[in-house]
């Protein structure tokens, strides 16, 4: 399969890094723990404006109608600038689950699709709170939530639940804890459709926090590269250490196996190919697996200042821990991958790799891509 991204979304994800990199900064993140919601309105006002809101919603339903491989390259750059604002959560698994049940036929359909209509103006902000996940990040900074109960779906107004703060490692995640009773009149999707919406829902986080943590891990090991290049010791930079390059070069390569493993997920899910389950684990682990290694070497060769609250290389690594459990530990993510390897259907191995239906199936997956 080619994953070579186009013109268009390579240009797209740069005038996006531009503006992440001059909007979010260490100090804009440090004055944001200060601040009373957490966040910068204007910052998300300017988001809005880029269309990234909608990117993931039909045209028909007012939005971008583009695809997971559209919007990867932008959640990975939103983690590169450690992005506190909840931005991937609500763009891929919130806008583009209630954009699923609008172009429906569930009676709710209707009611989603207005709904979406002042997402997309900006007037209000959607989050989802999934049952793997005990809590929800900024839900206070939302009017409308779509929880779960058991299969069920529903899309409640914030102002009706009771939010209970939790403490988060990242002081740059506000968490909380929603109390609610399920009603039949907040039910917009139960049965076989609430749980293939919650299936999506899943893929669909993962894959942003593992675009997120190559994003962060990137980050932290260009600031390490930096540190070491700059910093001397004995007369001489400390990255010219042969150890020290060995411990970067373990997290650069890391970084390489996990990138070609992310854009498989997100072709498998934005395509809904039957092994997007499996190829979104394997992306959630191969970039968690670097994001740890690239913490802990970062830190590492920054000395004792890596440990400090003054230098800013906590803000990257501690989102790398934060984020990591979410959607899905690794121990839920090796088990899906176990199970896909141990199904008899599953066609893998020397005996099935190249033949004639599987190279007709890889073609026509190339040429869609």
């Excluded at 930096?226 to 390059?245: I, L, M, Y």
Aim: charged share 20%; aromatic share 6%.
């Amino acid at each position: 399969m080619n994953f070579m991204s186009s013109e268009d979304q390579i240009a797209y994800r740069d005038s996006v890094a531009t503006m992440l990199a001059a909007e979010v900064t260490a100090e804009s993140i440090r004055a944001r723990w200060d601040s009373p919601k957490g966040i910068d309105e204007k910052l998300i006002e300017q988001l809005n404006e880029l269309g990234l809101n909608t990117m993931l919603v039909p045209e028909s339903c007012g939005g971008l109608g583009l695809s997971e491989l559209d919007f990867i390259l932008l959640a990975q750059e939103c983690g590169r600038a450690a992005l506190p604002e909840p931005l991937v959560d609500n763009v891929l698994v919130a806008n583009a689950m209630l954009a699923d049940v609008a172009c429906s036929d569930l009676v709710s359909a209707k009611q989603c699709e207005d709904l979406l209509s002042e997402v997309a103006a900006g007037k209000v902000m959607l989050a989802c709170g999934h049952w793997i996940n005990p809590f929800i990040n900024m839900a206070h900074i939302h009017q409308w939530l779509l929880l779960s109960h058991g299969d069920e779906v529903h899309l409640v107004e914030s102002s009706a639940v009771e939010l209970l703060p939790q403490r988060s490692a990242d002081p740059s995640r506000r968490i909380f804890k929603v109390n609610w009773q399920p009603k039949a009149e907040t039910r917009i999707a139960n049965g076989e459709a609430g749980a293939g919406l919650w299936r999506r829902a899943l893929n669909r986080g993962a894959l942003g926090v593992a675009a997120q943590l190559i994003g962060l891990s990137e980050s932290i090991l260009h600031r390490a590269v930096g540190f070491t290049a700059d910093r001397e010791q004995f007369g001489r930079p400390v990255g010219s250490n042969q150890a020290v390059k060995h411990l970067l070069a373990d997290c650069a390569v890391s970084l390489e196996f996990a990138k070609p493993v992310m854009a498989r997920a997100a072709y498998a899910v934005g395509s809904n190919s039957s092994d997007a389950d499996c190829a979104v684990s394997h992306a959630k682990v191969a970039a968690s697996r670097a994001a740890q290694l690239c913490a802990r070497h970062g830190m590492q060769v920054h000395g004792a200042m890596g440990y400090t609250w003054e230098c800013d290389l906590h803000i990257w690594m501690k989102r790398c821990w934060a984020i990591d459990k979410t959607w899905g530990d690794a121990g839920f993510h090796k088990n899906r991958i176990h199970e896909r390897l141990l199904d008899p259907s599953t066609l893998m191995g020397a005996g099935h790799t190249f033949t004639s239906a599987t190279s007709k199936t890889y073609n026509s997956q190339e040429g869609a891509a």
